[in-house]
């Protein structure tokens, strides 16, 4: 059978390249100072999600939430084999913690056409929570695999999962509709195709066409498989007060930049000499007794 | 009702025991007990779990929320939260917290988001102090601050949840410190119904695999750990040999774990193991805070790197500027001379 299948996506700074510089007062980040790219493991849910289509058939959606530029994280979806795009965008969701990031999207996906599985990088690498993945089964009242390395079995009605643990790993298996969340150490994304990417780097949402987003531009665009959907509170039936700041329990109440310490600092030269007065002194200091 | 003062732990049961983590975070459930001026409780879930409760009360726990249940036999999602929802409900305390094990970061968020209660990941700190929140316009005199680097960097981020309750949040194994167990304390114990509906245990466990520890970090006095500088898989081995001459443990920071080097199992810092060793050689490692959080309370720190102004090299006792591969064989060959 087919499966529909739904990857959240999350775009992330590339903290590989992060200075203090790029944090605002307020203790978010000013993710404009930093190149953005494709959470990692949200690309190994993609994957996961597209090997099962390329198996068996179906459709597969990635939705994210985000500001307008996320809709390029939506591109390199669609370059990689996604079918179809969602942006959900919105100033009302600005300030989403994970358990208003969670109800947004859960409010998307009720939209969108009822998924057999709904995928989820494990956890993002600008906040490292891993709590969207649950957070989002429990809105949507979904089973839960999180951890998986490998889908074993998948049929109409059930999912055969290996959860990778702390000290080894399990095998589970449970009814379909479920969400997953997926490692890194599940699968090697594949590249952007480049057929693919001649084709859908002309996909547009509706907030990067500006006045030319006409109806009759944007049936045109969907008519073409070009069109990123791009969706706010409205769209959703998204509770305002539930989105965004107000819909967040959790505060940045301080940022601190951490002075380092550095009370008995001793520079050691990197030479048989100076490297011998190290060992000497801590092996006077018993270290290795 | 009454402002809820206690402080809870989500008791997590490995291969028939209470979890070391969750041994951890009753010492320091007991120090935000004692400043909020309430109870210190444990949460146990299990078929049978009951004889578990003496070590909790051991610990600091005074009262034990205990649900038995053969649908609890194993940790699953669903069952779990769903009874520890209810737990939660009934006992009303402060504040959650949780170990941030697989188990842990599986059950916590969706516990919160049945509760609509925020949830803080991988704290390396937790302390009770004023908020004034400009948001709800109010004063809280007392509320949990759930402190945690944040987003690479130096930078560490001060979390509250002035409005909701309970404070959630989950701590990684190591980084509070176990206290010493008092053998014949006592405490409450307080039963709940564990039994859930059918539709919860939709899920079977078919396997489970449990590898032993190979890595003991947290055991080991001596510890060598490479980063993104060690440069490749193979280049490790410098960093083993150190390990193995020095009789010490292989550590590694995210950023050599990320790039295929080593194991998470070897990880040290915020998202890997806290470690307190006496001698801790950072081979390549610039030092990020989160990385740093996980070892900055080691006796005596060495670091080994080519840029003079990384990170690692202010908070090191000895600072060497050097190309790992030249120093390592050296200090080697040095070592081996000494312990002659």
């Keep these: 059978m087919a499966y529909e299948i739904i990857v959240c996506v999350k775009q992330v700074p590339d903290t590989e390249n992060l200075t203090g510089e790029a944090m605002k007062e307020d203790g978010t980040v000013n993710r404009a100072a930093l190149p953005a790219i494709v959470n990692p493991e949200d690309l190994n849910a993609l994957e996961m999600a597209l090997r099962i289509k390329d198996a068996h058939g179906g459709r597969v959606t990635t939705v994210t939430m985000g500001p307008p530029a996320a809709a390029e994280a939506m591109r390199e979806c669609l370059y ?30 009720r939209k969108l056409p009822a998924p057999d599985l709904v995928l989820c990088g494990r956890q993002a690498i600008d906040g490292d929570t891993a709590q969207i993945g649950p957070q989002l089964a429990e809105k949507l009242g979904l089973p839960q695999f999180t951890y998986v390395e490998e889908v074993r079995q998948i049929s109409d009605r059930s999912i055969t999962v290996k959860r990778v643990l702390e000290h080894g790993y399990e095998v589970l298996r449970g009814p379909l509709p479920a969400l997953l969340t997926v490692t890194s150490s599940a699968n090697d994304p594949r590249p952007p195709s480049a057929k693919r990417l001649m084709k859908h780097k002309k996909a547009r949402a509706a907030c990067e066409l500006g006045a030319q987003a006409t109806p009759d531009r944007l049936e045109e665009l969907r008519r073409r498989g070009l069109l990123i959907e791009q969706w706010g509170a409205d769209e959703i039936a998204c509770d305002a007060v539930s989105c965004g700041g107000k819909g967040s329990p959790t505060r940045v109440k301080e940022i601190n930049f951490v002075r380092l310490l550095s009370e008995e600092h001793k520079r050691v030269e990197p030479t048989k000499e100076g490297i011998g007065g190290l060992v000497e002194e801590l092996m006077r200091e018993h270290i290795f007794d | 009702m009454d402002e809820p003062k206690n402080v809870c732990v989500f008791a997590e049961v490995q291969d028939g025991q209470v979890a070391e983590v969750s041994l951890e975070l009753l010492g320091k459930a007991a120090e935000l007990a004692a400043e909020l001026g309430g109870r210190v409780g444990a949460f146990l879930l299990g078929e049978s779990v009951e004889h578990l409760a003496t070590a909790l009360f051991a610990h600091g726990c005074d009262e034990v929320h205990m649900a038995q249940h053969r649908a609890l036999a194993h940790y699953a999602s669903l069952p779990y939260a769903d009874v520890l929802v209810r737990m939660v409900r009934e006992s009303r305390p402060a504040v959650v917290l949780f170990g941030a094990t697989t188990t842990g970061r599986d059950l916590a968020p969706r516990v919160a988001s049945a509760l609509r209660v925020g949830l803080t990941a991988d704290c390396t700190d937790l302390r009770i102090g004023p908020h004034q929140d400009l948001v709800a316009g109010r004063d809280y005199p007392k509320l949990l601050y759930q402190i945690r680097p944040a987003f690479g960097g130096n930078i560490i981020a001060t979390i509250v949840n002035p409005e909701t309750r309970p404070q959630m949040a989950t701590v990684r194994e190591g980084v509070m410190r176990m206290g010493a167990a008092k053998p014949g304390r006592r405490g ?6 564990g039994s859930v509906e059918r539709s919860l245990l939709c899920v079977e466990l078919l396997e489970e695999h449990r590898a032993e520890r190979k890595v003991n970090l947290k055991k080991a006095n001596v510890i060598v750990s490479g980063g993104a500088g060690v440069g490749s898989k193979e280049n490790f081995a410098l960093i083993r040999r150190l390990a193995e001459t020095l009789g010490g443990e ?16 070897h990880q040290v810092g ?6 307190r060793p006496k001698l801790y050689i ?7 805070v989160q990385h740093r959080a996980g070892m900055q309370e080691s006796s005596k720190i ?12 202010q908070i090191a006792h000895y600072g060497i500027v050097g190309d790992l591969n030249q120093v390592i064989p050296t200090l080697i060959d040095v070592y081996k001379e000494h312990a002659k």
Excluded: M
Aim: glycine residues 8%; aromatic residues 6%.
């Design chain 2, 282 to 288: 950072a081979c390549g490692i610039s030092g990020a």
């Design chain 2, 302 to 313: 060495v670091a080994i790197n080519t840029d003079p102004n990384a990170p690692i090299l």
């Design chain 2, 188 to 193: 409450k114990l307080i039963r709940f119904d």
């Design chain 1, 80 to 109: 990689r084999g996604a079918d179809h795009a969602v942006l959900l965008t919105d100033r009302r969701f600005a300030a989403s913690d994970t358990l208003a990031t969670s109800y947004v999207l859960s409010c998307a996906i």
């Design chain 2, 250 to 265: 292989v550590g590694a920071s995210r950023a050599a774990v990320d790039a295929g080097f080593i194991e998470k199992a």
């Design chain 2, 270 to 275: 915020q998202t890997g193991t806290t470690v």
